[in-house]
């Protein structure tokens, strides 16, 4: 099924008149390395531009400041490390972290590199989340098996095709027709809700399958990933505090979040030209996205 302006319309997590931050949810972000040190940066601002309450990012010690400077608006966790990604002490302290902060939800992957912190979170984790990009890998390496570890919380899992190969662990087509196949099939074995990224990037629970309309040659670029996770994040903690972090609130938010940051690429491109967007152009057209979302709603009631 094409992903329509109509139905992203829909979808739309609500802003009643009386809220306040608990009301857009709680998003703990664990991203970043000592080389991809911006990658949790992209991803917390995303979250907090799509409507989320709250955003904290979990980064190695040595990139906090740095990080912190980037974006005032986001709270920082600053984690044990060694040679440059998180380290396994790493483990007490978010476990210590979300007792305190309570997160809603958790976005993790972006930028953690082989960071030996992630299978052992992951293998005690609970919390609804989104996993992208080095915590797929991690996954798809895990000798407990990804039935095992996605069973035991509510997730959507936001691979491109490489990504998608290693956890399937067979061959990826680039053809369109196969694609949806892929995505479900991952959804199978997760039992949650799948995002198999790239040009008509496809969303599933494992039975609804929707195809995006939006977006081209302009997210072609580092960092994008990063920033796509983060509205996927922010829109599902948003629809996960109002009606429950379940596989129908998790579908709703992967479908927004890829229209939505395909129609920001499209709004980029026609400024900026499509050779010339970085995935920081992508999220500073959320605003133009809503309003011309907005508008649309107008128009049609």
């Known amino acids: 099924m094409r992903l329509t302006r109509k139905q992203v319309l829909s979808f739309l997590p609500k802003r009643p008149l009386r809220s306040h931050k608990g009301t857009f949810g709680r ?8 080389k991809m040190a911006g990658a949790g940066v992209l991803c917390t601002r995303a979250i ?10 979990a980064l190695p010690k040595s990139r906090q400041s740095t990080a912190a400077a980037a974006l005032p608006e986001m709270l920082t966790l600053p984690l044990a490390e060694k040679d440059g990604v998180l380290s396994v002490r790493a483990v007490k302290q978010v476990q210590q972290f979300i007792k305190d902060f309570k997160p809603s939800l958790i976005l993790i992957g972006p930028g953690l590199a082989q960071a030996p912190f992630l299978l052992p979170f992951l293998e005690k984790n609970t919390l609804p989340a989104v996993v992208d990009a080095d915590a797929l890998n991690a996954l798809a ?43 479900k099939e991952l959804s199978a ?3 949650g809700v799948s995002v198999l990224k790239g ?37 599902w903690a948003q629809l996960g505090t109002a009606a429950g972090f379940n596989n129908a609130s998790a579908l709703k938010a992967a479908a927004c979040g890829v229209y939505l940051h395909g129609l920001c690429g499209d709004l980029a491109a026609a400024q900026l030209t ?17 309003k011309r979302l907005e508008r649309a709603a107008g128009t049609a009631s």
Not at 152 to 172: A, D, N, S, V, W
């Open 141 to 183: 390496r895990s000798r407990m098996g990804i039935q095992k570890i996605c069973g035991r919380f509510p997730l959507i899992c936001t691979p491109h095709p490489g990504e998608m190969q290693r956890l399937l662990g067979q061959k990826i087509s680039a053809d369109d027709n196969k694609r949806p196949l892929y995505a």
């Open 274 to 290: 499509p050779r010339c967007v970085l995935a920081s152009d992508v999220a500073a057209q959320l605003p133009r996205a809503f």
């Open 199 to 235: 040009y008509h990037t496809v969303v599933t629970d494992g039975e609804k399958v929707y195809v995006n309309t939006t977006g081209g040659p302009a997210l072609a670029k580092a960092g994008s990933g990063d920033t796509l996770a983060g509205f996927i994040a922010g829109l």
């Open 27 to 34: 998003v703990l972000v664990i991203a970043g390395s000592e």
């Open 189 to 191: 074995r997760t039992g």
């Open 48 to 57: 907090l531009q799509t409507g989320a309450g709250l955003a904290a990012l």
